[in-house]
T-cell receptor
Framework: AQKITQTQPGMFVQEKEAVTLDCTYD???????LFWYKQPSSGEMIFLIYQGSYDEQNATEGRYSLNFQKARKSANLVISASQLGDSAMYFCAMREGGDSNYQLIWGAGTKLIIKP | NAGVTQTPKFQVLKTGQSMTLQCAQDMNHEYMSWYRQDPGMGLRLIHYSVGAGITDQGEVPNGYNVSRSTTEDFPLRLLSAAPSQTSVYFC???????????FGNGTRLTVT
């Protein structure tokens, strides 16, 4: 079974609209972390936001927020007021287990295209 | 602050050739890792290291070797290149498991 599922291979969104990128995860661990990364067409990987499983508040970083629904095992990325520069691949990733586990499991990504 | 420096940016190999992808970080991160990225898939972990002298296998280690003689450097060796190793390779490091990964700019490798 997939540990990280991103169900939207591609999305088109009008500029200035809000965007929600879906991510569901599968783990039996109580302690885990969820990450979102952006990969523009230039290829570099850019960290966006992190949510720990014990964090009570949804993470926010500027225009990015993470809609963390633990019971549903979902960690959707919300981008407010989308911009043309938000066009990119977006990856959700999960770290399971205790403090000694550094390994991330990655979703297949969502390609987001912002239309002017 | 250079962050993670990965070389080369592009490489073309013939089947059977060997090469080393270089990775260096100047952030004193204990954790370093190598990923490959193939079209339509997320990143897959090849090898990782949690400190100098310590390495371990990830999800797809076959055909690759690593070593970690210093905190700064974590080279990836392709022993005998195969077309299936055509991919984009990323080196990454982090301070601790809940800190974000810092990525190099990637190496696009083609094996013919």
């Amino acid at each position: 079974a997939q540990k990280i599922t991103q169900t939207q291979p591609g999305m088109f969104v009008q500029e200035k609209e809000a965007v929600t990128l879906d991510c569901t995860y599968d783990t039996s661990d109580q302690s885990y972390g969820l990450f979102w990364y952006k990969q523009p067409s230039s290829g570099e990987m850019i960290f966006l936001i992190y949510q720990g499983s014990y964090d009570e508040q949804n993470a926010t970083e500027g225009r990015y927020s993470l809609n963390f629904q633990k019971a549903r095992k979902s960690a959707n990325l919300v981008i407010s007021a989308s911009q043309l520069g938000d066009s990119a691949m977006y990856f959700c990733a999960m770290r399971e287990g205790g403090d000694s586990n550094y390994q991330l499991i990655w979703g297949a990504g969502t390609k987001l295209i912002i239309k002017p | 602050n250079a962050g993670v420096t990965q070389t080369p940016k592009f490489q073309v190999l013939k089947t059977g050739q060997s090469m080393t992808l270089q990775c260096a970080q100047d952030m004193n991160h204990e954790y370093m890792s190598w990923y490959r990225q193939d079209p339509g898939m997320g990143l897959r972990l090849i090898h990782y290291s949690v400190g100098a002298g310590i390495t371990d296998q990830g999800e797809v280690p076959n055909g690759y070797n690593v070593s970690r003689s210093t905190t700064e450097d974590f080279p990836l060796r392709l022993l005998s290149a195969a077309p299936s190793q055509t991919s984009v390779y990323f080196c990454a490091s982090s301070y601790d498991p809940d800190s974000p990964l810092h990525f190099g700019n990637g190496t696009r490798l083609t094996v013919t």
